[in-house]
């Protein structure tokens, strides 16, 4: 053996293996993780004991409504032991329900889904912010950042809401959904036809 080829062998002994942590970045719905897809063999092939884990999850979640989208970050570990970080519920899902509506709209921007007023969206920044990433950002960036998916959503943000108005606001807007999935139906059927 050369003398490059004995220092080369020497070096690799004496370099320790660096073992990256991987994250994993996914909704989970609380009290819903499963062992079967998409979870199952996102866990599975990070070498985590799926049934370990989920029965954790459920656990960890079993105060909030069964299904709500809660985002969370697995650490894994070169263990396979993992650091579970769960966060509220996503800002679409918390805007959504203070609406009062099942989805966004399909053209943001050109249509109105529902309406939120200001109060609803600094009681949702004020969830937001016991989240990690944005403990140490101001409410009122929160609120603001807020304010932006509200729109991305089609959701209108305004200063009072009367209730009688709004009721029929939303019993209008869910023909106009019901018209849209129609649509939406026909274009698939018309995809397969085409096949």
């Known amino acids: 053996m050369s003398k490059a080829g004995a220092k080369m062998k020497a070096m690799k ?23 079967g897809p998409p979870l199952g063999p996102m866990l599975g092939q990070r070498g985590l004991n799926i049934a370990a884990f989920c029965k954790d999850f459920n656990a960890r979640t079993a105060h909030y409504k069964e299904g709500i ?3 969370c970050r697995i650490q894994v570990k070169s263990d396979r032991s993992y650091d579970l970080v769960i966060f509220n519920p996503t800002s679409t899902f918390l805007l959504k329900q203070a609406a009062g509506v099942q989805r966004g709209a ?8 529902g309406k939120v007023t200001l109060k609803h969206i600094y009681e949702i ?12 950002t101001p409410l009122k960036q929160i609120c603001e950042m807020t304010i932006g998916v509200a729109h991305s959503c089609g959701i ?3 200063k009072d809401l ?6 029929s606001f ?8 019901e ?15 085409r096949k």
């Open 156 to 158: 209108e943000v305004v």
């Open 13 to 35: 002994k004496s370099v320790e293996k660096v073992v990256h942590g991987t994250t994993i970045r996914t909704n989970i719905p609380s009290g819903m993780a499963v062992a």
């Open 179 to 193: 018209d849209q999935l129609k649509e939406l139906q026909e274009k698939k059927e018309a995809k397969l036809l």
């Open 170 to 177: 939303l019993e209008e807007r869910k023909n106009i959904v």
């Open 125 to 136: 920044a004020k969830i937001k912010a016991q989240d990690p990433p944005l403990q140490l």
């Open 69 to 71: 989208p809660l985002p």
């Open 162 to 167: 009367d209730p009688i108005e709004y009721r």
């Open 106 to 113: 399909m053209r943001p921007g050109n249509e109105v889904c």
